[in-house]
């Protein structure tokens, strides 16, 4: 006898691309500077590392994340950008980031 199955199965991301694993569709976020097409990279898609550009630290291999774009641009890849996933719900809350030199101060 086999054991039992405790959890039931999920059906959360059965919208995936099969072509794309691990990738959701794009989706149009609106935020007060725009719209965006927003799309989400589980873990196991990420491959490359990334420089989140709301907090200016690595986006490293293995963690999931959050790629968005204004969506009037949706030829131009140039625009892309892999955000921390709590970076890109914080933006509205966050002024422009400012990348620091290690030694600088990080008050006022």
């Known amino acids: 006898m086999s054991p039992r199955r405790n959890r039931p199965k999920s059906s959360k991301h059965e919208d995936r691309s099969p072509d794309r694993p691990g990738i959701t569709e794009d989706r149009v976020q609106q935020w007060q500077d725009g719209d965006y097409l927003v799309r989400n990279v589980f873990g196991a898609a990420a491959v490359k590392i990334y420089r989140c550009p709301g907090c200016m630290q690595d986006i490293r291999p293995g963690v999931a994340h959050i790629v968005a774009w204004p969506a009037d ?18 933006r509205d809350r966050r002024g422009p980031g400012v990348e620091r030199s290690r030694n600088a101060p990080r008050y006022g």
Do not use: E, I
């Open 73 to 90: 641009d949706r030829g131009d890849l140039t625009d892309r950008r892999h955000w921390h996933s709590g970076c890109w719900r914080a």
